[in-house]
């Protein structure tokens, strides 16, 4: 491979990396993107994408489980083959891999492989490879999953994010540390398989930061899956035994510990920004008290010709929100008025149901100033819900009380990973809840759920 000058270099494969990769190739420039070996990130590698492998799979053995005998269908002995479950994950992983390499061939970005730092000279050192010349350079390198002090990871007792998507057996109790999505997503999986699963979560409610009632209903639903609960409670070690682990635990409020035996324990408390090794300080690239890039709205840092987006900056860690950012910021480095808005980027829990949302809580919109009107509907109203099964939930529309501009909708319920789009369409052109209100819906549908909230909304 020519190591001759690019107009741009990306360092990081994931969403954020690729897709600027490629929309860098479409406006004509001269592209190399460079990463560890991971295309398409800790996202299709470990992260989003296996997760809903697994997720989908042991949905479906969690209905046979539980029996479709009301539906007409009467199934006979079953057998879990967790070895098949995690090579079909392996495989999808694998084709869409495949995908982002086709994707660069395709559009004729330069793949290298490598460790990558900055040379501190419009340079990015590749480690085995050279020096790649660029007049621009596109820090897209992701995230990696915090570690506790006092339960440092080891890969088979205490489990990231990564080993718990790929374990050989399936464990009688596991522990899960955090409340948040990953925590309930890879709780419910092995929940589904048969595993004993305590959530463990220092805030007082599952899902922080989610809308109260969301919250609230999301808790109740999957301790009726058969998931329990420990709130306001962290973990302050763990002693390994033989057989697994003994966890030590203590309430927020008092120094009094209480131990659970497990068999693992999955450390899901967040995220921190990956810039480690990729020589930031020499090169003038100011990182924030929180150890994130530093960047101005055009996703400038502070060393000249150096970007940065995704995960690595501030804001939420988004696979859609690094994937907007990558086509902006190449769309603004060809001199286009590209622009996101950060108020309407849906968030996704992968729960069953699911949880989806986009803008504001009620309470974070009376915090901000707003007066607000606030319209809910039952799932269990529905009846294209009573034909599938799935009644739990409901969808939830914030309102400005003054201009009934949309300022939130919140989602619990089958598909809500497909029904928040709308409202997100609705908020990207500053619309109110009688638009969504007064938009024609099919029938029978479950978006009517959406329409049905937007109208209580308008009331």
Known sequence: ???????????????????????????????????????????????????????????????????????????????????????????????????????????????????????????????GVGELQAKRVLLATGSSPVELPDLPFDGSRVLSSTEVLSLDAVPDKMVVIGAGAIGLEMGSVWSRLGTEVEIVEFMDVALPGSDADISQQVQRTLKRQGMSFRLSTLAVGAEVQDTGLQLRLAKRDSDEIETVDCDCVLVSVGRRPHTAGLGLEAAGVALTERGFVTVDNDYRTTADGVYAIGDVTPGPMLAHKAE??????????????????????????????????????????????????????????????????????????????????????????????????????????????????????????????????????TA
């Open 1 to 127: 491979m020519s190591l001759s000058a690019y107009d741009l270099v990306v360092i990081g494969a994931g969403p954020g990396g690729y897709v600027a990769a490629a929309r860098a190739a479409d406006l004509g420039m001269k592209v190399a993107c460079v990463d560890k070996g991971w295309l398409g990130g800790t996202c299709l590698q470990v992260g989003c994408i296996p997760s809903k492998a697994l997720l989908e799979a042991s949905h479906h053995w969690a209905q046979l489980q539980d029996g479709l005998d009301d539906q007409g269908i009467v199934v006979g002995d079953l057998q879990l083959d967790l070895a098949a479950m995690m090579a079909r994950k392996n495989k999808i992983v694998d084709t869409m891999t495949k995908g982002v390499g086709a994707l660069f061939k395709g559009k004729g970005v330069d793949y290298v492989e490598g460790m990558a730092s900055l040379t501190g000279s419009g340079g990015v050192a590749v480690e």
């Open 324 to 457: 907007a950012e990558g086509v902006a910021v190449v769309e603004r480095m060809a001199g286009m008025g590209s622009s996101i808005n950060y108020d309407a980027i849906p968030s996704v829990v992968y729960t069953y149901p699911e949880v989806a949302s986009v803008g504001q809580s009620e309470a974070a919109a009376r915090e901000s100033g707003f007066e607000v009107r606030t319209g809910t509907h039952l799932f269990r109203a529905n009846a294209r819900a009573h034909s599938m099964n799935c009644i739990d939930g409901f969808v939830k529309v914030v309102a400005d009380a003054d201009s009934d501009r949309l300022l939130g909708v919140h989602i619990f319920g089958p598909q809500a990973s497909h029904l928040i789009a709308e409202a997100v369409v609705a908020m990207e052109f500053g619309g109110s809840a009688e638009d969504l209100a007064r938009t024609v819906h099919a029938h029978p549908s479950l978006s009517e759920v959406v329409r049905e909230a937007a109208a209580a909304a």
